[in-house]
């Protein structure tokens, strides 16, 4: 049992070690969305120095009841998240950086398999079947100490290996346009022209007007949601107030938007990755970017408003009354 538990803990910690690696070449060679904390990149230098410092103890053999506690911890939690991500509909569980590997695979063949193993291969847990002092405990959790010159040397190691790990990753963030990629930031183009609009197949068209650009991935549900109540408004808005409304696909293509659809279709290349929050929203006028929203769809009244705004209130100064006729059309 006790040769089983050694054997467990090394093998999760070079698992830890090689996940580490893989999402620290994926932030050191390709742009993060910064959408949510899963692509938020301070938040992945974390866990990234979390899982190399943790693998670093399970692979020195130092304090083993207690890292036997950690690391039992550790994979709960990462079975917690996993599950979440699985039921949330997340296409990679990111474990394994840019290996999109799908949550559930992950939650049955790697987490909840190695919370198993650590119950049944454990160490001796005597201080957890009697009542006993904090310090019986710890002295318990920390037997047997190691000698000074070995741990103070694998301290040593472990603490240059972070620092190193943790500058390289936080000062050496990829570019944000290259010729391979690029990172779509809408709330930026704000008072510009659209950046992008030679890209866009129907760019020459969206140049003159107002238009509601819409740009979508065909595995957003989010995007479903959003296409959906813009074909609902456009069919329903047939004073021309509204604006133009134009779906912008964004590489790889998928069937989301059928093509009688009452909006204008579009796409991005697929000469190049586009890294975009989708639902993105972009209100142009006469292609220049009045106003943005990532990763959520205003509604018909947001954007009257903020036309309204835009026209100094003189041509959309009816705006309640035009949102009302359109919901009494709604219903």
Known sequence: MKKANNILLKVLGILLLTGAAMKGWQLLTEPMANNDIWSYRPFLIFVIEFEIALGIWLLSGLFKKAAWLAILACFSMFSIVTLYKGLTGAASCGCFGSVHVNPWITLFAVDIPAVIALVIFRPTLSFLRKQESIAVFVRNVLAP????????????????????????????????????????????????????????????????????????????????????????????????????????????????????????????????????????????????????????????DTIIETIAILKDQKLFISTKHYSKTLERRWC
């Open 145 to 300: 100490l190691p000698s000074i010159p070995r741990f103070t040397a694998i301290f040593s190691v472990g603490i240059v290996i972070l620092a190193v790990t943790g500058c390289v990753l936080a000062f050496n963030e990829p570019a944000k346009v290259t010729s391979g990629y690029e990172v779509l930031e809408p709330e930026t183009w704000i008072g510009k022209e659209l950046p992008i609009i030679e890209y866009i197949d129907v760019g020459k068209q969206i140049k003159k007007g107002i238009w509601l650009v819409l740009f979508y991935h065909y595995d957003c549900p989010d995007c479903v949601t959003a296409i959906k109540t813009y074909q609902d408004i456009t069919k329903l808005a047939g004073n021309g107030v509204f604006p133009k409304i134009v779906f912008i696909e964004v590489p790889p293509y998928g069937q989301l938007v059928s093509q009688t659809s009452p909006c204008t279709l579009g796409q991005l290349p697929e000469t190049k990755d586009w890294f975009v929050t989708t639902p993105a929203v972009v209100l142009l006028t006469n292609g220049m970017v009045k106003s943005a929203w990532e990763a959520k769809v205003p509604d018909f």
